[in-house]
């Protein structure tokens, strides 16, 4: 079972960096602990416990067969959602996201990445949102369910499972994204183990 990191491993990963506040969204505020130097600094609690929710969720997902797609086109993103994806078994967007990729699947379905997409993704993670603005929206317009970063500049109401956290460092990144593919294994892991299960007749 994944061990969420403790406020101190956040800390170091500088997960707890916001925006400038000139830049916040006042949704964003039961996250934010405080300001420092004009900066919105995050409530690192509220981090591992909504992280622990995303996480959950993915698990459950991946058990329960769903797909789920990693989206990250920010350039310190890309190697990260490439190789925590693959380590992971699903599919991914790094580069440019196409507008129509879930409104209009059946087109653009034979991208880099996602190759092996049968169906539309049932959830969809995001690493940022403003970058990711149109695969919000699609996602939205789909009812898929959305897991994903939260800086201090942006809207969590609309996301299902929102995790309050930096959105740019590299570290941030790449640790929670870790775990996201982590969970997924997880997930995956169970419905393999629930499919090779042996059945036992009882005598009547």
């Not at 916001?18 to 420092?36: C, D, L, N, Q, V």
Request: overall charge neutral; proline content about 5%; aromatic content about 6%.
């Amino acid at each position: 079972m994944l061990k969420i990191p403790d406020v101190l491993d956040l800390l170091k990963a500088g997960a707890h960096f916001g925006h400038k506040i000139s830049k916040w969204h006042p949704k964003m505020a039961p996250f934010i602990f405080t300001e420092r130097n004009q900066v919105h600094i995050i409530n690192l609690e509220e981090t591992q416990k909504k992280l622990q929710e995303a996480l959950n969720f993915l698990r459950q997902s991946a058990a329960q067969n769903k797909i789920i797609l990693f989206v990250g086109t920010k350039d310190q993103a890309q190697e990260i959602i490439t190789r925590h994806a693959k380590d992971a078994g699903v599919p991914f967007v790094t580069n440019r996201w196409l507008g129509g990729l879930l409104t209009n699947f059946q087109e653009i379905q034979y991208l880099s990445g996602i190759e092996s997409l049968e169906r539309r993704p049932d959830v969809i993670f995001i690493i940022d949102l403003k970058k990711e603005k149109t695969a919000l929206n699609e996602a939205l317009l789909c009812k898929t369910k959305i897991v994903a970063l939260c800086d201090t500049n942006v809207n969590p109401d609309k996301i299902d499972y929102p995790i309050p956290s930096n959105d740019d460092a590299i570290k941030t990144i790449e640790l929670i994204t870790g775990l996201a593919a982590e969970a997924v294994k997880e997930g995956k892991n169970q419905a393999a183990s629930v499919v090779a299960a042996p059945t036992v007749s009882v005598p009547v």
